[in-house]
């Protein structure tokens, strides 16, 4: 599945009785909360002696590209455009991969 793709079907069950603000706002709230799921499960894994729950954090993943599209859509910006700008900026900052020199001295 292409990258713009994902963002078109994931839309489709955006609640279209929504505003544009409280589509922005939901989308930053569930970004920060799906997150946080997964820190819920790392954090139970590092403090509460639980196994680390790989799968519910490849599905919480899914959920924070759910809202990191909503707020995408919201903007008018695609998926796409995010992440190729997201790979130029690293490309830039670290042009051999990471170095710590580099991420110190940025
Ligand atoms: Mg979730």
Same mark, same amino acid.
């Given at each position: $599945?292409? /990258?713009?793709?994902?963002? !078109?079907?994931? $839309?489709?069950?955006?609640?279209?009785? =929504?505003?544009? +603000?409280?589509?922005? /706002?939901?989308?930053? $709230? @569930? =970004?920060? @909360?799906?997150?946080?799921?997964?820190?819920?499960?790392? !954090?139970?894994? =590092?403090?509460? @002696?639980?196994?680390?729950? +790989?799968? *519910?954090? #490849?599905?919480?993943?899914?959920?924070? *590209?759910?809202? =990191? *599209?909503?707020?995408?859509?919201?903007?008018?910006? +695609?998926?796409?455009?995010?992440?190729?700008?997201?790979?130029?900026?690293?490309?830039?900052?670290?042009?051999?991969? #990471?170095?710590?020199? !580099?991420?110190?001295?940025?």
């Amino acid at each position: $599945m292409e /990258i713009n793709e994902y963002q !078109k079907l994931a $839309m489709r069950t955006l609640n279209p009785e =929504l505003s544009e +603000k409280d589509v922005l /706002i939901n989308g930053v $709230m @569930g =970004l920060c @909360g799906e997150s946080g799921e997964v820190i819920d499960i790392v !954090k139970k894994h =590092l403090a509460q @002696g639980h196994e680390l729950d +790989k799968q *519910a954090i #490849f599905d919480e993943l899914g959920d924070v *590209a759910w809202y =990191l *599209a909503e707020i995408a859509e919201v903007l008018g910006f +695609k998926l796409e455009d995010i992440l190729q700008n997201n790979i130029d900026k690293l490309k830039k900052r670290y042009p051999e991969g #990471f170095e710590t020199e !580099k991420s110190v001295n940025r």
